[in-house]
């Protein structure tokens, strides 16, 4: 079955810098990519995906890229705030499978 | 929109009785359903995956006659924790699937005394 690896599991970063989390995934038939925040308390939320029929997509402050070749996919947020605080999972899928394979996720903390 | 409800969000129960977990999909129909529990800063560990009109998918390890769990409609997933011990207390989280992106709901904390 498919493995998803993800660095680090904690991430310390002044306000307005970058943050890079990276993630490796096994099973090459995989094809779809999510990235997920959970805040405190809440349950995770979706907040960009890729495909493997691309290699970058971006949404504002946020960019997931994607390397087939290598089978490893980051999730990259510019000018971190505060509210970026949370834990960060990455998952990987075949489109036709049910469920996804999740990373052990990766706590950032932005200081202000 | 891929609106995912749980209720109750939170709920505190006597060891011995039972607890019956909601998750429903607010906009859209999910065939399937996850059913996730997640200790303190671990990450997401599959229960289960309930699908429409079938018996639940059950992970190794997780107690069946236990964790029962029921999809009865195409919006509605519901998790029963039966008998409670002072060990299921937990964060447990319910997500479903829609095209192929799992959507998953704010969670309900079970504290068991």
């Known amino acids: 079955g498919e493995n998803v690896e993800q660095h680090p599991s904690t991430l310390s970063v002044q306000e307005g810098d970058s943050a890079v989390i990276k993630c490796t995934y096994s099973d090459s038939a995989s094809n779809y990519f999510p990235w997920y925040k959970q805040e405190l308390g809440k349950g995770p939320q979706l907040i960009i995906d890729?495909?493997?029929?691309?290699g970058e997509k971006k949404d504002q402050r946020i960019a997931v890229t994607l390397n087939k070749t290598a089978k490893h996919f980051s999730l990259h947020i510019t000018e971190t705030q505060p509210e970026d605080s949370a834990v960060y999972f990455c998952a990987a899928k075949y489109t036709n499978a049910g469920k996804s394979t999740f990373g052990d996720g990766t706590t950032l903390t932005v200081k202000p | 929109g891929a609106v995912v409800s749980q209720h109750p969000s939170w709920v505190i129960c006597k060891s011995g009785t039972s607890v019956k977990i909601e998750c429903r999909s607010l906009d859209f129909q999910a065939t399937t359903m996850f059913w996730y529990r997640q200790f303190p800063k671990q990450s997401l560990m599959l229960m289960a995956t309930?699908?429409?009109?079938?018996?639940?998918?059950?992970e190794q390890g997780v107690e069946k006659d236990k964790f029962l769990i029921n999809h009865a409609s195409l919006t509605l997933s519901t998790l029963t924790v039966t008998s409670a011990h002072p060990e299921d207390s937990s964060f447990y989280i319910c997500?479903?699937?829609?095209?192929?992106?799992?959507?998953f709901g704010p969670g309900t904390r079970l504290l068991v005394l």
């Open positions: 309930s699908n429409e009109g079938s018996k639940a998918t059950y």
């Open positions: 890729i495909r493997s029929n691309v």
């Open positions: 997500s479903a699937l829609l095209r192929e992106t799992q959507y």
